[in-house]
């Protein structure tokens, strides 16, 4: 008996001191992810004819990574690794998830998001903007994690209307904690930010995690009518798409803006990348966005589907203006915030690996041996200046990628456009590489 109380005593005292971990003094996390931003598509990473000031100048306070790696190619796998940790097929989402209940259900709810790894530490939580991780109860933000949650459920909106077009009946898809709410004729990313700026002025004197999806320069291109006139004369789809990365980097800007009007900008970690490559869609005029040297677009495994912009800002306690270029991923990122700021990672098996050293120190080596991605059914496997792709589909011409090549065998080092398929002249190296991902791929 005595035993027991000492144990309750011991319990009461270390949820106590774990609730005393939460205090003012933890940073404020704000993960910012835009949505179909091409590889090379803002001013920091060589665009000379777009319009990205106020990117380039939150590159100049971060670390930027020329090597990053997002999860998957396409929306909802790659949200779900970042989210979680993990890679997207061990995460329960290999591919894009359904727009309207019912259809290809989401994130499972067994899984350990971030929104959930920072509200044990006692952070209060937010998810502003995309999901695309869920309709159905079970797997919408509120369920995942976050306390606060306002945006659209499906893949995309019209930024007007707020309805989702684009498969079966059209259906009204803008949300506030569950319940649908209208605002007819605003414009979605200045919604966006609005909320986030009620919800930071709301919880300035505590820690709060805020996911900030922008659903910008993901189709349908709606930029503002400014800005298309500023790049009237840019040939199209570029023009459109354009207008809508300056309408994206000038709500960043203004993000940025309120987080220093509120005082917290040296107490606030700021993460940026993209979720996969720009798009080739025919909803996307077949193009717009950059992949620079990269071959590829979204949904290719090529390093233009998933070799993307990204960069971390925590002015005072990280480097500023510099750039990395070891291999990272974004599984990282939930390893890497739970280190800096003195929080526990989930008690699952993640994918990820803190990018502390890496941050720190130019020199540290990257977390990775080798890095894995999967779509549908191709996959890739990355392994020192090595990347093996099976049943390759290359996006870049917006063809959709229908011709398949099953074996191909590239050296993104050496050669970053993949133009050489090496395969015929590696047959070991293939073997070795096709066994790294079948062992990877069996592990729970």
């Known amino acids: 008996m005595r035993r027991s109380l000492v144990l309750l005593a011991s319990f009461v005292f270390s949820q106590a001191s774990f609730s005393a971990q939460a205090p003012a003094d933890k940073p404020n996390v704000i993960v910012i992810m835009a949505d179909d931003l091409g590889s090379v598509d803002l001013g920091c990473y060589g665009a000379k004819d777009l319009h990205t000031p106020h990117a380039d100048a ?12 997002a999860g998957a190619p396409v929306c909802s796998a790659s949200r779900a690794c970042l989210l979680t940790g993990r890679y997207p097929v061990r995460a329960g989402v290999p591919g894009n998830v359904g727009s309207q209940h019912g259809q290809k259900a989401g994130l499972p709810p067994s899984e350990v998001t971030q929104a959930e790894m920072f509200k044990s530490a006692g952070y209060t939580t937010a998810h502003i903007g995309k999901w695309h991780l869920g309709y159905n109860e079970e797997m ?30 059209n259906i009204h898809d ?38 900030y999806a922008m659903n910008m320069p ?18 199209m789809p570029r023009r459109l798409y354009a207008a809508f990365v300056a309408s994206l980097d000038e ?35 077949f193009g717009g966005g950059s992949a620079g ?34 291999m990272a991923h974004a599984a990282d990122w939930m390893p890497t915030l739970a280190e800096l700021c003195g929080v526990k990672t989930p008690e699952v098996k993640l994918d990820g690996h803190s990018l502390v050293p890496v941050l720190k120190a130019a020199a540290a080596p990257s977390p990775h041996d080798a890095l894995h991605w999967q779509m549908g059914d191709s996959w890739a496997v990355r392994e020192g200046d090595w990347k093996l792709i099976i049943n390759a589909r290359d ?14 065998l590239s050296n993104p080092t050496s050669d970053p456009g993949e133009t050489t398929n090496f395969a015929d002249q590696q047959p070991d190296l293939i073997k070795h590489l096709t066994q790294l991902h079948e062992t990877i791929y069996t592990q729970p």
Request: charge should be neutral; glycine fraction near 10%.
């Open 174 to 211: 803008l949300h506030r904690n569950g319940v649908e709410v209208f605002e007819d004729g605003h414009y979605f990313p200045d919604l966006m930010l609005a909320e986030a700026s009620t919800f930071m002025e709301k919880h300035r004197s505590k820690p709060f995690f805020m996911y």
């Open 218 to 235: 993901h189709y349908p291109y709606q930029g503002e009518a400014k800005w298309l006139e500023h790049f009237k004369d840019m040939p």
């Open 395 to 408: 996006t870049t011409k917006g063809d959709g990628g229908k011709v398949r090549i099953p074996v191909f």
């Open 251 to 285: 709500r960043l800007g203004k993000l940025v803006a309120k987080v220093d009007e509120l005082g917290m900008r040296e107490r606030t970690i700021i993460v940026f990348q993209s979720d996969n490559g720009h798009s080739t869609e025919e909803r996307a005029f």
């Open 293 to 326: 040297p990269y071959r590829g677009a979204k949904f290719s495994l090529f390093e233009g589907g998933i070799r993307l912009p990204a960069m971390i800002s925590w002015p005072g306690q990280l480097p500023q203006n510099e750039v990395r270029g070891q």
């Open 140 to 169: 919408t933000p509120n369920a995942q994690g976050f306390d606060h949650s306002f945006g659209h459920m499906g893949g995309c909106i019209d930024n007007y209307s707020h309805f989702f077009y684009w498969s079966g009946p």
């Open 58 to 69: 939150l590159a100049k306070q971060s670390v930027r990574f020329t090597q990053f790696y």
